[in-house]
């Protein structure tokens, strides 16, 4: 082969390109509305011969919309389990390439940024040290700049992330790529002020800008092909990775870390076959074509009261839709090797992390309106705010169905309800139809769960220690699963509610290293959870014994709230399944080299010798000022290639913005 057909070849490799994109979501439609209509169809037949109630037209409403949700699920797993068992490309509906070809070469200029915010000094250090020494093992140091963007406000931290900076330089030496480090005193916008100051400073010098969160990691060869990626896509503005949990000590923190490992691929195949290009934004571990971000994601205030006004809070939806508006395409890529980000390592903490989105996507419902949007973006943003919302339509449902059951067993049932009726009206049980139904639901809620097991038993099985592991693994996080998806539900129902009353959630630096939660603090945290089940479990108990049994597996992890938060937070009871071989993972088993580059300086990093270095402000390149285009949400889009503006327009700006603030 010549060299110019490899270079075409290898090319062609990093293309990302949709085919049928115009029958995909009318496929899911058609799959969705079947499954929810036969749902809807036999719930109705239940309840029909015996003469409907208005609390079991309440059930049937809310299981309808319920049903929505679950086979929308359903069908994204199956897909990807398809495409992924196949190894059919999920854009381009042929086979997968199997690698590419590294030896593609890099022509512009990219930046790396880290946003930070008053995180932990040692973690962000590591972590940013890391990735700058994953790109100094290639061939490209020379096309990327790193930006450490900080927006912290302590004090004390803020002199320490100083301290820490001086003595990164003096590791990484003469030879490292240019890397700097920016604070912003007065953090207006939060992250997205973070990030709109860097692009109105720098950002014009780049060609993309790859985002990675306070706590990701990512290795050479996934920034490489990123980039790789973002270059020979010129239509492409956004491309989006599956960041992956590692570093969990927890037992808490490894059962999410494992769940993620075992099902993310497929779940994400299956997703990047129905959005295609129109793909969503997590906010981090992504690479995002900086002309386009500043054209059309300048975000606006929106006007009214929370949860519908004020600060764009989850902006990443939205950016993504704002750019998908426009023209641009993004995409989301399903390999997951090399992308790497930490989760909280308990439920107190995964539950404050989960509020603050909960307010955050349902925002988005107000954005649904917004002119442009490509449908799938709308989808995102409902299936975004449904994510949380159903679970107080599970809880309200449940409610219902308890009602209904205590009046059916306190009140006499009337068989005559005409005066000249000759024959009585029999209460019917159509135990076929009802069995059927929820072992319809029950496959619904954990046949995703088999296929991502069975997937990575054919596949990947040494991925995690093996066949045995694995299954030992799984079966524990699926009875952990069940214990803890009722304590999620209350959680996130009581957020959804106070989101709708106006209650207000601080958006401060979450706690990334694991803890284990005090008895105190696990005790406060489930205490009306826990009253409220003991209350429900025993008028059902008492009143209707064989809804108590069906309820069992609902009213056992929100009694058990309390000890169940304590010891899953726990660091020793982690570091024991994991020598036991339960919910190990590829990267414990086979350590990449940018999470041992981590895990070892995490170890040898000295707080305290920090006192020797001074806190001296660090030089930052020369700006090259723009100013980042506020969007009118109910206007057209803007045109997609518009210039962005001069020098002195950026100057006026900036100062109107000073005159107001």
């Known amino acids: 082969m010549s060299h110019s057909n490899r270079d075409t070849l290898s090319v062609k490799q990093f293309r990302l390109s949709v085919r049928g994109r115009s029958w995909r979501l009318l496929f899911m439609f058609t799959l969705v509305a079947v499954s929810t209509a036969l749902a809807g169809y036999s719930m ?5 011969p ?34 992924k068992l196949f190894h059919i490309d999920p854009l381009s509906l042929r086979r997968e390439i199997a690698k590419s070809d590294t030896s593609l070469p890099i022509f512009r200029r990219h930046a790396i940024v880290m946003p930070v915010y008053n995180e932990d000094t040692q973690r962000i250090m590591v972590g940013f040290e890391a990735c700058v020494r994953e790109i100094m093992a290639s061939d490209y140091a020379d096309k990327y700049d790193f930006y450490m963007l900080s927006d912290t406000q302590n004090d004390e931290l803020a002199v320490a992330e100083l301290k820490a900076w001086q003595r990164l330089q003096l590791r990484l030496g003469k030879k490292a790529p240019n890397t700097y480090y920016r604070r912003r005193e007065d953090n207006w916008g939060r992250k997205v002020g973070n990030i709109t100051d860097f692009c109105e400073r720098w950002g014009g010098q780049y060609e993309s800008m790859l985002v990675l969160d306070a706590d990701s990691v990512m290795s050479k060869a996934r920034i490489l092909d990123m980039t790789r990626r973002i270059e020979t896509n010129p239509e492409a503005a956004m491309i989006q990775t599956i960041p992956m949990p590692v570093r969990q000590d927890t037992f808490f923190g490894r059962f999410v870390q494992f769940a993620a490992h075992l099902y993310s691929p497929m779940l994400a195949t299956g997703l990047s076959f129905w959005q295609t290009d129109s793909a969503n934004y997590w906010g981090h571990n992504a690479i995002i074509r900086v002309e386009p971000f500043m054209q059309h994601c300048g975000l606006p205030t929106l006007k009214g009261r929370a949860p519908f006004g004020g600060d764009i809070l989850s902006h990443d939806f939205v950016e993504a839709a704002l750019l998908r508006r426009a ?10 090797d090399g992308s790497y980000e930490e989760v909280p390592g308990n439920m107190v903490d995964y539950a404050i992390r989960d509020r603050r989105w909960v307010q955050g996507n349902i925002q988005h419902l107000g954005l649904l309106r917004t002119k442009g949007l490509k449908l799938t973006n709308r989808l995102h943003f409902s299936f975004g705010a449904f994510a949380y919302m159903s679970s107080l339509l599970l809880f309200l449902m449940l409610m219902a169905g308890t009602a209904d059951a205590l009046v059916k067993a306190l009140v006499d049932p009337v068989y005559f309800t005409s005066a000249h009726q000759l024959f009585p009206d029999w209460q019917i049980a159509r135990e076929g139809l009802m069995i059927l139904t929820l072992w319809g639901t029950i496959a619904l809620l954990f046949m995703p769960k088999m ?13 995690f220690g093996g066949v045995f592991r694995l299954l030992f ?23 959804v509610i106070s989101v709708f009353i106006g209650h207000q959630v601080k958006w401060e630096a979450q706690a990334r290293e ?17 009253v409220l089940a003991a209350a429900w479990g025993g008028a059902t108990f008492y009143y209707t014994p064989s809804l108590f049994l069906w309820l069992l597996p609902v009213l056992t992890g929100m009694v058990f709230a309390a000890p169940i938060i304590r010891l899953t937070s726990s660091a020793t009871l982690g570091r024991v399944c994991r020598k036991l071989g339960i919910f190990v993972i590829q990267e414990e088993i086979r350590e990449a080299a940018v999470l041992k580059e981590v895990r070892v300086e995490m170890e040898k990093f000295d707080i305290a010798g920090l006192a020797q270095f001074n806190a001296i402000v660090p030089s930052l390149p020369m700006a090259h000022p723009a100013h980042m285009q506020v969007q009118d949400l109910k206007k057209a889009p803007l045109p997609k290639r518009q210039r962005v503006l001069p020098r002195a ?6 100062a109107k913005r000073k005159t107001a603030a």
Not at 74 to 83: E, P
Not at 514 to 519: A, E, H, I
Not at 649 to 654: G, H, I, Q
């Open 44 to 48: 109705f037949e239940i309840f029909r």
């Open 649 to 654: 327009e950026v100057l006026r700006l900036n």
């Open 50 to 83: 015996n003469r409907f109630t208005e609390l079991e037209m309440i059930q049937l409403g809310l299981a309808m919309v319920l049903f929505v949700w679950l086979t929308m699920s359903f069908w994204t797993a199956v897909i990807g389990f398809l495409l």
């Open 451 to 463: 296929l991502g097991l069975l997937l990575t038993i054919i596949q990947r099985r040494k991925d």
């Open 514 to 530: 694991g803890r284990m939660v005090p008895w105190k603090v696990a005790i406060s945290k489930a205490a009306v959870m826990t």
């Open 473 to 495: 693994g799984s079966v524990v996080e699926l009875f952990m699963a069940v214990l803890i998806a009722p304590m999620m539900m209350f959680y996130h129902s009581y957020f």
């Open 327 to 336: 023209g641009w395409e993004c995409y989301l890529i399903t390999d997951t």
